[in-house]
């Protein structure tokens, strides 16, 4: 029988790169978007804040910490040459145990990262949103439990 390409050949899906998660339509921007006031950096927006809403997936944040973004995307780069050994260690049958421990320190890896994205939130995102009344506030309170709850599982 004749060899069919694959759908899913190594060499077609290692030359996409990955795409972030797409946010739910119709959720309010978190901290800026296209009409929303403009964020520190955010070289040619225009200054609207009339229809600005600063709470939901889908957006700008409203600052980062620029080390913060450093170590983050740092430790991502470490995360991936993890994956790519316990890939490996699959594939020469490695002991179940000890790629048990590496997937166990990917994890705890991850939610590093995760806790230093949690940290510039509340410094920018939430406090931003907190300053304000009414539903803007409200919504900010319920993201962040539902931040903290998805961080503690």
């Known amino acids: 029988m004749p060899d069919q390409p694959s759908h899913h050949s190594p060499s077609r899906s ?24 403009p964020v520190a950096g955010a070289a040619g927006k225009a200054a609207t804040t009339d229809t600005a809403r600063l709470v939901g997936p889908g957006a700008h944040a409203a600052g980062v910490d ?40 990917v994890r705890e890896s991850l939610h590093s990262v995760a806790r230093n994205l949690m940290a510039n939130h509340v410094r920018h995102c939430a406090a931003r949103a907190m300053g304000t009344q009414g539903d803007t506030r409200d919504e900010m309170i319920t993201e962040l439990l539902d931040l903290v709850s998805k961080l503690s599982r």
């Open 14 to 37: 290692r030359s996409k790169k990955a795409q972030p998660a797409q946010a739910s339509r119709g959720a309010p921007p978190c901290c800026d978007g296209d009409d929303a006031a």
């Open 66 to 105: 620029t080390q913060i973004k450093q170590a983050n995307l740092k430790h991502l780069r470490r995360i991936e040459g993890q994956v790519r050994g316990i890939a490996a260690m699959i594939e020469d049958d490695r002991y179940c145990a000890d790629i048990i421990t590496q997937v166990a320190a």
